[in-house]
């Protein structure tokens, strides 16, 4: 295939995408519905919130949707699971990263 085939190919390509996707922007209302939602649920926080961010004194702080939606099992557990993640990936690095020198052990 030519050089010029392809790149008119990839344009008509991107052409379209953009094309659709200003028809969904647009179609949908644009930003400006989640611009109303945004500031709606910030304003909400700043009235709800309030303290300090980190308070030892009071445990673990988790925020507020999640305390009060009953979501701190879930929460936990995302914590739990990302913590091993990052645990495994450490030892895993620890123990077959790395080679010294710049050169491939021999196997």
């Given at each position: ?34 611009a109303k939602r945004s500031a709606k649920a910030l304003q909400r926080g700043v009235q709800d919130g309030g303290g300090a961010l980190v308070d ?52």
């Amino acid at each position: 295939m030519q050089r010029w085939k392809q790149y008119g190919g990839l344009l008509g390509l991107f052409a379209a995408f953009l094309a659709a996707g200003y028809w969904g922007f647009t179609s949908t209302g644009g930003a400006l519905p989640w611009a109303k939602r945004s500031a709606k649920a910030l304003q909400r926080g700043v009235q709800d919130g309030g303290g300090a961010l980190v308070d030892f004194g009071r445990g673990i702080v988790v925020a507020g949707p999640i305390r009060k939606g009953g979501l701190l099992l879930e929460f936990g557990g995302i914590v739990l699971l990302l913590a091993v993640i990052g645990i495994g990936l450490y030892v895993y690095v620890d123990r077959y990263g790395g080679f010294e020198d710049g050169e491939r052990p021999a196997r």
